[in-house]
């Protein structure tokens, strides 16, 4: 008997706490924000594109350590999805990463987290994966490292 429960138990914490999860045709929230040279961005601009909203913040060591890699992915990818990340940081905090890094993905800012309250992002890294209807397709809670994101971005990707 206790062995059924504690079976039970594993199974319902394994899926309640999954680090993946598929979204069935829920309409990505539209959004408009600026990116850091002050230029506003809007959801709406990527209408008949497959996208991914990557959310992350420069305090997550996981985070930083994840843009790099993502970028060299879709760099050496023949077809790929607009990648566009989402910061919840201060400006000047941002700024001064990706001025380190040299990542050239674009970043958009969610300065009131406005829009990862919309999304209902509840820690970063995490990754939306938005098809070009316009629908959240897969959601990916936590950093992943090159090899799972070519799978995340081919599992994904219409072609």
Not at 45 to 68: N, V, Y
Not at 136 to 153: C, H, L, N
Request: contains cysteine; hydrophobic residues 45%; negative net charge.
């Amino acid at each position: 008997m206790r062995l059924k429960i504690c079976t039970s138990l594993i199974i319902l914490f394994m899926i309640t706490f999954s680090t993946s999860q598929l979204v069935h045709a829920k309409q990505a929230p539209t959004f408009a924000l600026e990116d850091l040279n002050g230029k506003t961005v809007t959801l709406d601009s990527f209408k008949g594109e497959d996208i991914i909203l990557h959310f992350w913040a420069t305090w997550c060591t996981p985070c930083k350590d994840e843009l790099p890699a993502m970028e060299e992915v879709v760099k050496q990818m023949d077809i790929a999805p607009k990648i566009i990340t989402i910061n919840v940081d201060s400006t000047a905090q941002v700024k001064k990463f990706i001025e380190k890094s040299g990542v050239t993905l674009p970043v958009l800012l969610d300065k009131n987290n406005k829009i990862q309250k919309e999304y209902s992002i509840f820690a970063v890294p995490t990754t939306i994966y938005i098809d070009k209807d316009g629908f959240i397709k897969k959601e990916q809670f936590g950093a992943m490292d090159p090899e799972q994101w070519y799978f995340f971005i081919k599992e994904n990707m219409e072609l």
